[in-house]
């Protein structure tokens, strides 16, 4: 199934934007989840971006210049501010755009998995350009931490279809100190439920 138009479209203008920025970021979400798993239909965008407080005004001006509004959560959509960007981050920590009917969750890293997302995001081709996506080990563990029945199918592909191509040693590791008991001894499970799913960090080359 491929993606539809107006969602192609903003992640390329989303793409290109972040770009000149010159911010650190990367798309997680159904977008990652394409490249690394199975394809689903979706209309909404997770990115992760790393903008510091004094360049919000940039990235708003921005925003707002390519036709993106904020979700008030009231069915309702404004002009983007700092104010109002700010206001959703500090009551739920990412802040929420649209454009046209393409929603965009932006989220700033917080806790250290986050930051390794940006850190180890792996550059993809996308409509003639490089475009960051999260990588799989780390949208495994991001959703195993969410915990969701659809997160949880969409871990279970992700293993079964970069059989042989995951960083082992690293997905362990984070594993370790990112999940709890319960959802630790779950990804453990599933890793031995796909034979492969993993290689050590040695073997990478």
Aim: charged share 25%.
């Amino acid at each position: 199934m491929n993606p539809p138009r107006d969602l192609i479209g903003v992640v390329r203008i989303l793409n290109d934007l972040l770009e000149k920025l010159g911010v650190s970021y990367a798309f997680g979400g159904a977008i990652a989840q394409n490249y690394w798993g199975t394809v689903r239909a979706t209309q909404d965008v997770d990115v992760i971006v790393a903008v510091p407080k004094v360049r919000y005004q940039t990235l708003v001006d921005a925003l707002s210049d390519d036709g993106f509004q904020l979700d008030t959560n009231s069915r309702e959509r404004t002009a983007i501010t700092v104010e109002a960007v700010l206001a959703q981050e500090r009551r739920r920590r990412y802040f929420t755009c649209y454009r046209g009917l393409v929603k965009v969750d932006f989220f700033v890293p917080l806790v250290p998995l986050q930051h390794a997302m940006l850190q180890r995001a792996r550059k993809v081709a996308f409509q003639g350009a490089a475009m960051p996506i999260v990588s799989a080990e780390d949208l495994i563990l991001i959703k195993m931490v969410f915990h969701r029945e659809k997160d949880l199918r969409d871990v279970c592909a992700i293993l079964w279809s970069q059989r042989g191509n995951l960083d082992q040693d690293y997905l362990s590791k984070q594993a370790e100190s990112t999940l709890r008991g319960e959802e630790l001894r779950e990804l453990k499970d599933l890793i031995l439920k796909y034979p492969g799913s993993g290689k050590r960090s040695d073997d990478a080359g």
